[in-house]
């Protein structure tokens, strides 16, 4: 049973750094691209940050954020995060962790975790 399970939500002021933290089970973790999105009330879920499988070579970004975040994954502990910093009311959302196998690789499947909310406000 796959299992993606997100931590460090919460309420974060304007101008304050977050990172949440995404914990993987169930799959090969390292035959997975790993990515951040989130959806505001009344919007569409968006991909905030994306990072490729294997050692992680290869990252994305939505613009809005590109400049104050990281992406990072840590294959031994099936493991991935999201450093945002210089946070800003519009980042105000349930972000999402997913999981989406590599076919290269031989990996199949699309999974997300519960969500964690994140609220900026001063």
């Known amino acids: 049973q796959v299992q993606l399970v997100e931590s460090g939500g919460g309420l974060v002021q304007p101008g304050e750094s977050l990172r949440l933290s995404c914990a993987a089970s169930?799959?090969?973790?390292?035959?997975?691209?790993m990515g951040w999105y989130r959806q505001a009330p009344g919007r569409q879920r968006e991909s905030v940050a994306s990072i490729s499988s294997g050692g992680g070579g290869t990252t994305g970004y939505l613009d809005s954020v590109k400049d104050r975040s990281t992406i990072s994954r840590d294959n031994a502990k099936n493991m991935v995060y999201l450093q945002m910093d210089r946070v800003k009311p519009e980042d105000t959302a349930v972000y999402y962790c997913n999981a989406k196998g590599d076919w290269a690789r031989g990996a199949r499947g699309d999974y997300w975790g519960q969500g964690a909310q994140i609220s900026v406000s001063s």
């Open positions: 169930g799959i090969i973790f390292s035959l997975y691209g």
